[in-house]
C-alpha cells in the first residue's frame, strides 16, 4: 500500500525561501535511491556536471583575444613566402609520450552499459584512424573479464585494443588502460603487458599505463556503477554492493585508493621498474592540492598526469557530487600552471574555443569522454571522426586568429576573464 502526503504540504513544492520541498518527498519516497540520477536512465544516459558556468569556470568566463599587431605571423609569412592561411597552422603534439596528430586524446570511459563492446570498439577504431591517443578506463576486467566468451575470445578490453591497433598509423597515437585498486587485484597491467595481441603496441613505445587517482565525476569516491543482481553477486567479493534500487539494480561501488605522496611517488617507481616498456600515466581528481599532486607525480617520473575538472565524468555519481564537489577544470589548470611537462584535460570538451583555453592555460592536450561517445553513437563508422575534424577546423581558425601557428605558442596572455578588468 502506497501511503498518501498529508494534506497540509501536499501541495508544497518550493516554499517562499526556496526549500525544495518537492526533493524532500522524492527522497521520503524513494530513500537511498534518491542521492542518485534517475535509475531508469542508467545504461542510456551520460551524467557529469551541470555545466561549468554555474560553477563560475575560468574556461567558460574567459575569451580568447588576438592581439592588434601579430610578430608570429609575419615570422610565419617570412617562412612561407605568403600570407598565412589557417590551415597552415600545425596542430601534431606529443601527448604522455605519444605522438598525436591533433591536442586531443579520447579519455577513459570503462564498465558502464553505455560503453557497451560494440561502441567501445567504434571509439577504439575511429580514435585509431585519427591517430589520437585513447585510455581505456578501470573495472573493464573485474566485471567483464580478460577473456571473453565470445566467438573471437576478446573481453572489452582487449576489443578496444584490437579496434585500435588496427586502425591507427605507424608511429602516431597510442593506448593507455587505466587500472583501480579492483584493477590491480585482477593484475590488468601484468595480463595486457604480457599479451601477443598488445605487442604491437608496446614494441612502438604506444602502450601506457594509467595509475587512477580520482575522476572528476566522484572526487575522493570510487566508481559506480549500477548492475543486474546476478552481475552483483558474482563481483561481491570484489566490490561493495548496496541494494539502493529495489527491483531495477544494485549499486557497485569500488575502492577509491588511499594516497598520499609518498605513496604515490612509491607507486610510480613500480610501474616504472615493473613495466619499463610502458609510458607512466597518472589521472587525478579535480582536489584542493591538484597542483601538488601533478608535481609529485612529474617529479616521480610520469609521462603524462590527467586532471580531470568535476564537470568531467561520463559515469554513475551521486547528484550531489556532481553538483557541488570538486574544482571546475579551469580553476585545476590555474593552480598547476605552465609546466613543461605533459598535462592533460578533461571535462565538458567538445567543440574547439573550449580545448583552445585549456591549452592556453597550460594544458598539452584535452580528452573528449562524453563527447566521444555520443559522436560515436551517432555514427559508429564516422561519428567520432568528423566531430574532431570540427574540432579541429575550429582550432586551426582561433590559433590564426591568435596570430599562432603552432600549439606550443599559446600562452596565457591569449585568454582575457572578467576577473582582469
Same mark, same amino acid.
Given at each position: 500500500?502506497?501511503?498518501?502526503?498529508?494534506?497540509?504540504?501536499?501541495?508544497?513544492?518550493?516554499?517562499?525561501?526556496?526549500?525544495?520541498?518537492?526533493?524532500?518527498?522524492?527522497?521520503?519516497?524513494?530513500?537511498?535511491?534518491?542521492?542518485?540520477?534517475?535509475?531508469? #536512465?542508467?545504461?542510456?544516459?551520460? +551524467?557529469?556536471? &551541470? =555545466?561549468? $558556468?554555474?560553477?563560475? @569556470?575560468?574556461?567558460?568566463? %574567459?575569451?580568447?583575444?588576438?592581439?592588434?599587431?601579430?610578430?608570429?605571423?609575419?615570422?610565419?609569412?617570412?617562412?612561407?613566402?605568403?600570407?598565412?592561411?589557417?590551415?597552415?597552422?600545425?596542430?601534431?603534439?606529443?601527448?604522455?609520450?605519444?605522438?598525436?596528430?591533433?591536442?586531443?586524446?579520447?579519455?577513459?570511459?570503462?564498465?558502464?552499459?553505455?560503453?557497451?563492446?560494440?561502441?567501445?570498439?567504434?571509439?577504439?577504431?575511429?580514435?585509431?584512424?585519427?591517430?589520437?591517443?585513447?585510455?581505456?578506463?578501470?573495472?573493464?576486467?573485474?566485471?567483464?573479464?580478460?577473456?571473453?566468451?565470445?566467438?573471437?575470445?576478446?573481453?572489452?578490453?582487449?576489443?578496444?585494443?584490437?579496434?585500435?591497433?588496427?586502425?591507427?598509423?605507424?608511429?602516431?597515437?597510442?593506448?593507455?588502460?587505466?587500472?583501480?585498486?579492483?584493477?590491480?587485484?585482477? #593484475?590488468?597491467?601484468?595480463?595486457? +603487458?604480457?599479451? &601477443? =595481441?598488445? $605487442?604491437?603496441?608496446? @614494441?612502438?613505445?604506444?602502450? %601506457?599505463?594509467?595509475?587512477?587517482?580520482?575522476?572528476?565525476?566522484?572526487?575522493?569516491?570510487?566508481?559506480?556503477?549500477?548492475?543486474?543482481?546476478?552481475?552483483?553477486?558474482?563481483?561481491?567479493?570484489?566490490?561493495?554492493?548496496?541494494?539502493?534500487?529495489?527491483?531495477?539494480?544494485?549499486?557497485?561501488?569500488?575502492?577509491?585508493?588511499?594516497?598520499?605522496?609518498?605513496?604515490?611517488?612509491?607507486?610510480?617507481?613500480?610501474?616504472?621498474?615493473?613495466?619499463?616498456?610502458?609510458?607512466?600515466?597518472?589521472?587525478?581528481?579535480?582536489?584542493?592540492?591538484?597542483?601538488?599532486?601533478?608535481?609529485?607525480?612529474?617529479?616521480?617520473?610520469?609521462?603524462?598526469?590527467?586532471?580531470?575538472?568535476?564537470?568531467?565524468?561520463?559515469?554513475?555519481?551521486?547528484?550531489?557530487?556532481?553538483?557541488?564537489?570538486?574544482?571546475?577544470?579551469?580553476?585545476?589548470?590555474?593552480?598547476?600552471?605552465?609546466?613543461?611537462?605533459?598535462?592533460? $584535460?578533461?571535462?565538458?570538451?567538445?567543440?574547439?574555443?573550449?580545448?583552445?583555453?585549456?591549452?592556453?592555460?597550460?594544458?598539452?592536450?584535452?580528452?573528449?569522454?562524453?563527447?566521444?561517445?555520443?559522436?560515436?553513437?551517432?555514427?559508429?563508422?564516422?561519428?567520432?571522426?568528423?566531430?574532431?575534424?570540427?574540432?579541429?577546423?575550429?582550432?586551426?581558425?582561433?590559433?590564426?586568429?591568435?596570430?599562432?601557428?603552432?600549439?606550443?605558442?599559446?600562452?596565457?596572455?591569449?585568454?582575457?576573464?572578467?576577473?582582469?578588468?
Amino acid at each position: 500500500m502506497t501511503a498518501t502526503a498529508h494534506p497540509a504540504v501536499a501541495a508544497a513544492a518550493i516554499s517562499a525561501d526556496g526549500f525544495p520541498a518537492s526533493l524532500v518527498r522524492e527522497r521520503a519516497r524513494q530513500g537511498a535511491a534518491a542521492v542518485f540520477p534517475d535509475v531508469r #536512465e542508467y545504461g542510456t544516459s551520460l +551524467y557529469g556536471a &551541470p =555545466g561549468a $558556468a554555474d560553477m563560475g @569556470d575560468l574556461l567558460d568566463r %574567459a575569451r580568447l583575444v588576438p592581439p592588434v599587431f601579430m610578430p608570429g605571423r609575419l615570422a610565419e609569412l617570412v617562412e612561407l613566402g605568403r600570407e598565412p592561411l589557417y590551415d597552415d597552422v600545425r596542430l601534431r603534439v606529443y601527448l604522455g609520450g605519444f605522438a598525436s596528430a591533433l591536442p586531443l586524446y579520447v579519455s577513459a570511459f570503462g564498465s558502464t552499459q553505455v560503453a557497451s563492446r560494440d561502441l567501445g570498439e567504434a571509439v577504439g577504431r575511429q580514435a585509431g584512424h585519427l591517430g589520437i591517443p585513447m585510455v581505456i578506463g578501470e573495472n573493464v576486467v573485474p566485471v567483464n573479464g580478460y577473456r571473453s566468451t565470445a566467438s573471437d575470445g576478446l573481453s572489452p578490453l582487449l576489443s578496444r585494443i584490437r579496434a585500435y591497433a588496427e586502425a591507427v598509423g605507424e608511429g602516431m597515437g597510442g593506448v593507455a588502460v587505466q587500472q583501480s585498486t579492483e584493477d590491480a587485484d585482477a #593484475e590488468v597491467w601484468n595480463q595486457v +603487458y604480457s599479451d &601477443p =595481441g598488445c $605487442a604491437s603496441l608496446l @614494441d612502438s613505445g604506444r602502450l %601506457a599505463f594509467e595509475l587512477k587517482v580520482g575522476q572528476g565525476a566522484k572526487p575522493g569516491l570510487g566508481g559506480m556503477t549500477v548492475l543486474g543482481e546476478e552481475a552483483a553477486g558474482r563481483v561481491a567479493e570484489l566490490y561493495a554492493t548496496d541494494a539502493v534500487f529495489p527491483g531495477r539494480g544494485v549499486l557497485r561501488s569500488s575502492a577509491p585508493g588511499t594516497f598520499t605522496e609518498e605513496i604515490l611517488r612509491q607507486q610510480i617507481r613500480l610501474m616504472r621498474n615493473n613495466f619499463p616498456r610502458a609510458k607512466v600515466w597518472v589521472k587525478l581528481h579535480p582536489g584542493r592540492d591538484v597542483d601538488l599532486a601533478a608535481r609529485t607525480a612529474w617529479e616521480a617520473g610520469a609521462d603524462a598526469v590527467t586532471v580531470d575538472g568535476a564537470e568531467g565524468g561520463t559515469g554513475w555519481a551521486p547528484t550531489g557530487f556532481l553538483s557541488h564537489v570538486g574544482l571546475p577544470l579551469g580553476e585545476c589548470l590555474n593552480r598547476i600552471g605552465h609546466t613543461p611537462h605533459c598535462l592533460l $584535460a578533461s571535462g565538458r570538451m567538445w567543440e574547439g574555443s573550449r580545448v583552445l583555453k585549456a591549452l592556453a592555460l597550460g594544458a598539452s592536450g584535452a580528452g573528449l569522454g562524453r563527447a566521444a561517445i555520443i559522436a560515436a553513437a551517432e555514427d559508429t563508422e564516422s561519428g567520432l571522426v568528423r566531430l574532431v575534424e570540427s574540432i579541429a577546423m575550429e582550432l586551426r581558425m582561433l590559433l590564426s586568429a591568435l596570430g599562432r601557428y603552432d600549439v606550443e605558442s599559446l600562452s596565457r596572455e591569449d585568454l582575457w576573464t572578467p576577473a582582469q578588468a
